[in-house]
């Protein structure tokens, strides 16, 4: 559901919780711990990869299962030029490479809708995969390591900024005429298409920025890991959180999405800490519950209270 | 003679070896309404989405104001300034009434670039259509002759020139259909709009049309004021099977 029933209040109630979400993460590596600093990394990579799939999926309703295939190039291309290229050129170039990549997959794939869309950008992330893996194993590179990699403050501050410029990314599509243009394409193509809206165009271009910053994630990732094995840059479970952060959260503004990442990386942290063992089955019962019960997420959620509380008020008038 | 505004000339289509279409000319002058006729299956769906670019013609073309359109994608022809509606209609059905005619007043030849601006362009068609009480309705929720409604709001909030009505009056009442006539003439009159006008309420298409084009399994049979349809003997024994 679009954002723009949200009341003036709410958003201001919003636009201070997000500020202090902000300066909160901002001022973290300065008074805590490591483990407290990658526990942020984490949240903050998922806030960046969340909100960049959400310009493509939530926007455009084109539900891509293959994004992590953005961010393994990222990650493959930092590794790959390891102590040729100079840091901040091979972080951009491989969001450029991203979205390159995206723009080139996108014509063909973005051709079929629903299921088969779904399927096909599954499909494509697997074959940039395997290919990667062969291509490695071909060169008799099973894993690399990267040594000098910069610590892990530099690291949180570089995803810092991918995360806040993924975030004003989303808020500048769902608020401009593209994003309206995206929305009528998702609840009917072929009427949109009549309507003006250039679709073909349009459905690129949402894809191509949808990728370009899980690029530069995967590629800041890389740094973190300093040892690098395909496997782990291209798995698939990468997209599957993305999307179920992204589903937990619900409309398709940036407040689902910072919910939805909030909700489920607490809870992830939560169980894993505490209960490894019922971990999945816990986190298994909550996607189920939220797709049947909530299918609009917690924004969904809120948004129905906030109908009932002011529905008695509004009878009257 | 003057340029006519839309010229469709021997317009075919084939899906496989099924002749949807065949060889039909006609023109429409601007300013004009002009009606389609012709039972299930005669092609006059297949002639508005050629017309509107949904589907590319096996052969022939369409001039729109002079200008050949033919190969056009709809949003192109959209912007030119051609709008349509869908018979089965196809609202954006979580977004609201007005957000559905602020996509058309964005995109379409009116090509609002500002919201607000687009808005106020889409309320005051809204107010004409009858439908400013639920313009913050998600469009979903509306009946059906509302979604009807609504879908000649958004062809007109594009600012078309040349607007293809595809039986907005089928399901209807018939207090509805006097309802949508008289919305239509006034639309025509303060807008100064062209209408090309497929419609099965045949009373309503000899009201509303100055001319009538006769479509029968893929062919263009007639064309004629309503008069002259009434009275053609192909018209009659292929809608009355007279001599069949």
Redesign the interface.
């Known amino acids: 559901m679009p954002e723009t029933l949200a009341s003036a209040g709410a958003s201001r109630i919003w636009g201070g919780t997000l500020a202090a979400l902000a300066l909160a993460l901002g001022a973290l590596p300065f008074v805590a711990n490591d483990y407290a600093v990658a526990t942020g990394l984490g949240l903050l990579m998922w806030l960046a990869l969340t909100q960049s799939w959400c310009v493509l999926s939530k926007m455009t309703g084109y539900v891509s299962l293959g994004h992590v295939v953005f961010y393994g190039l990222g990650a493959y291309l930092v590794v790959v030029t390891w102590q040729q290229w100079p840091l901040w050129l091979a972080v951009l170039a491989a969001g450029a490479l991203a979205a390159v990549f995206a723009a080139l997959v996108g014509l063909p794939v973005l051709r079929v809708r629903g299921p088969y869309f779904v399927i096909l950008t599954f499909g494509v992330a697997e074959l940039v995969r395997y290919s990667i893996l062969a291509a490695e194993a071909a060169s008799g590179t099973a894993s690399r390591i990267l040594f000098g990699a910069p610590d892990l403050v530099f690291i949180y501050f570089a995803m810092y900024a991918l995360a806040a410029a993924a975030t004003l990314l989303l808020a500048q599509v769902a608020g401009s005429r593209f994003g309206h243009g995206l929305r009528s394409l998702r609840e009917n193509e072929e009427a949109a298409e009549t309507l003006g809206v250039p679709v073909v165009r349009y459905k690129l271009i949402a894809f191509v920025l949808s990728a370009a910053i899980p690029g530069m994630v995967g590629a800041v990732m890389a740094l973190r890991s300093t040892y690098f094995v395909v496997g782990q840059v291209f798995d698939p479970m990468i997209s599957v959180t993305m999307i179920a952060m992204a589903l937990l959260g619900g409309g398709d503004g940036t407040r689902g999405p910072i919910l939805g990442t909030l909700f489920l990386f607490t809870i992830s942290e939560l169980l894993w800490a505490n209960a490894p063992l019922a971990y999945m089955l816990i986190l298994g019962a909550i996607l189920a519950g939220f797709v049947l019960l909530a299918p609009d997420g917690i924004v969904g959620i809120a948004a129905k209270l906030r109908a009932r509380r002011s529905a008695p008020t509004k009878a009257p008038e | 003679m003057t340029t006519p505004l839309l010229a469709v000339r021997c317009l075919g289509k084939r899906f496989g070896g099924l002749v949807a279409l065949d060889d039909v000319s006609f023109d429409v002058a601007a300013g004009e309404t002009v009606g389609i006729m012709g039972a299930n299956g005669a092609g006059k769906t297949t002639l508005f989405s050629l017309i509107?670019g949904?589907q590319q013609p096996s052969s022939g073309g369409v001039d729109f104001d002079g200008r050949p359109i033919t190969g056009l994608?709809?949003?192109r022809v959209?912007?030119l300034g051609i709008?349509?509606t869908?018979q089965i209609v196809?609202?954006?059905?979580?977004?609201?009434v007005l957000?559905n005619l602020?996509?058309?007043a964005?995109?379409?030849?009116a090509g609002f670039?500002d919201?607000a601006a687009a808005d106020r362009h889409s309320r005051a068609i809204l107010d004409e259509l009858g439908l400013a009480d639920v313009a913050e309705r998600p469009a979903g929720t509306l009946t059906l002759s509302g979604q009807k409604r609504l879908e000649i709001a958004?062809?007109v909030a594009?600012g078309a020139r040349l607007v293809l009505l595809d039986e907005v009056m089928a399901g209807l009442t018939p207090t509805e259909v006097a309802r949508m006539l008289e919305t239509l003439r006034q639309l025509r009159a303060t807008r100064g709009l062209t209408l090309l006008v497929i419609e099965h309420v045949m009373r309503a298409l000899m009201d509303l049309c100055e001319r009538i084009v006769v479509l029968h399994h893929g062919e263009r049979i007639a064309i004629g004021t309503p008069a002259e349809i009434g009275a053609d003997p192909r018209v009659l024994s292929v809608y009355l099977g007279a001599g069949a």
């Not at chain 2, 196809?90 to 609201?96: D, E, I, N, Q, R």
């Not at chain 2, 964005?106 to 030849?109: A, E, K, L, P, Q």
Request: charged share 30%.
């Open positions: 509107a949904n994608s709809p949003d959209c912007r709008g349509r869908f196809k609202p954006f059905p979580a977004l609201s957000e602020r996509t058309a964005m995109f379409g030849r670039r919201a958004r062809a594009t």
